[in-house]
């Protein structure tokens, strides 16, 4: 697998005017990938955008190498960026403390009853106190713990999807950031390379660690 990243061009107004829903980041990610649009075939990719001080980048995971070319679509030029993920993953172990960063959609499912025969009405969880319980109530499935310390919430919004001859959709997304503890390594892995719950094709679920350990 690979991990790519490029930083987003949004000081050229011109360049970067369609990307005002997150469809549109979907599709850059696909067309970067001018192979599998050819066959008709994808791939599973995860994918989402950090904010670092005033730079915006674009991450991708993804089992093949991104052209370079259409990764910098509406990137900097010079700036794309891809490294073998294997690397990574050859280097956990279990008891590893890292500096971790993930996009998650937090959602929770209204029942309508033991007997109704119908799925719950989705509500997104909108403050930090959920979002953070969102994040703990999942990891211990996926691998790792955190501590209330040690986690924050940087940033909350509602993200537009936009489909042809369908209603705009809002998805709600938390971002996190801080330090994480691998109890699982096995299922750690997975969630690195498969992601974690929702939403993962418009830019949720995928977590990425730094190499190497704190203490």
């Known amino acids: 697998m690979y991990l790519s990243r490029v930083k987003i061009d949004v000081s050229n107004r011109r360049k970067v005017k369609d990307l005002n829903h997150l469809g549109a980041y979907h599709k850059w990610v696909e067309d970067s990938f001018p192979n599998e649009v050819k066959d008709g075939y994808r791939s599973r990719k995860l994918w989402r955008i950090d904010q670092l001080g005033n730079n915006s980048y674009l991450l991708i995971l993804s089992q093949e190498k991104p052209d370079k070319e259409n990764l910098e679509k509406f990137g900097v030029k010079g700036t794309a960026e891809t490294k073998d993920y294997n690397v990574l993953l050859n280097q956990l172990q279990e008891g590893d403390k890292l500096l971790f960063r993930l996009v998650l959609n937090p959602v929770m499912s209204l029942s309508s009853?033991?007997?109704?025969?119908?799925?719950?009405?989705?509500?997104?969880?909108?403050?930090?106190?959920?979002?953070?319980?969102?994040?703990?109530?999942?990891?211990?499935?996926?691998?790792f713990s955190v501590n209330d310390d040690e986690v924050i919430v940087t940033g909350r919004s509602f993200e537009v999807l936009r489909r042809k001859n369908q209603k705009p959709l809002k998805i709600c997304t938390a971002a996190y950031s801080g330090l994480l503890t691998i109890e699982n390594l096995e299922l750690f892995k997975k969630a690195l390379t498969n992601g974690i719950g929702k939403k993962k094709a418009f830019g949720c679920g995928l977590l990425t660690v730094i190499p190497g350990r704190t203490e």
């Open 113 to 143: 009853g033991k007997n109704s025969g119908k799925r719950g009405r989705v509500i997104p969880l909108v403050t930090a106190e959920q979002q953070l319980q969102f994040l703990k109530d999942r990891a211990a499935k996926h691998g």
